[in-house]
């Protein structure tokens, strides 16, 4: 069965950071590009950051110089590292784990973050 479970989200005032961590069973890691999506309320689910198996790393340009995604192969988790939060960075933030062969992807549940104060 496979398990995407996103953890590490919450509330923090703007310009504070958090780190989010996506953990994964299931699917053989290594052949999967992770990617962390967010989702405002009443907005598209739109990408943040990936990063593939031999760790290169893309970002979207309004993250980029903030945020840092990592990953561990031998644990199988992918961490997002979050600095300079923003209001308008306030999003349920989602982990995606997509098969680089076959395109086959799954989903977390996503968990909170919200930049208030």
């Known amino acids: 069965q496979v398990q995407l479970v996103e953890s590490g989200g919450g509330l923090v005032q703007p310009g504070g950071s958090l780190r989010l961590s996506c953990t994964t069973s299931?699917?053989?890691?290594?052949?999967?590009?992770i990617a962390w999506y967010r989702q405002a309320p009443g907005t598209q689910r739109e990408l943040v950051a990936i990063i593939t198996p031999g760790l290169a790393t893309r970002y979207v340009d309004f993250v980029q110089g903030r945020f840092s995604i990592t990953r561990d192969n031998p644990k199988k988790t992918v961490e997002l590292q979050m600095n300079g939060l923003k209001p308008e960075d306030t999003a349920v933030y989602y982990c995606n784990a997509r098969n680089t062969l076959s395109n086959v992807a799954y989903w977390g549940q996503g968990t909170q973050v919200t930049v208030s104060g």
């Open positions: 299931g699917i053989a890691f290594s052949f999967y590009d």
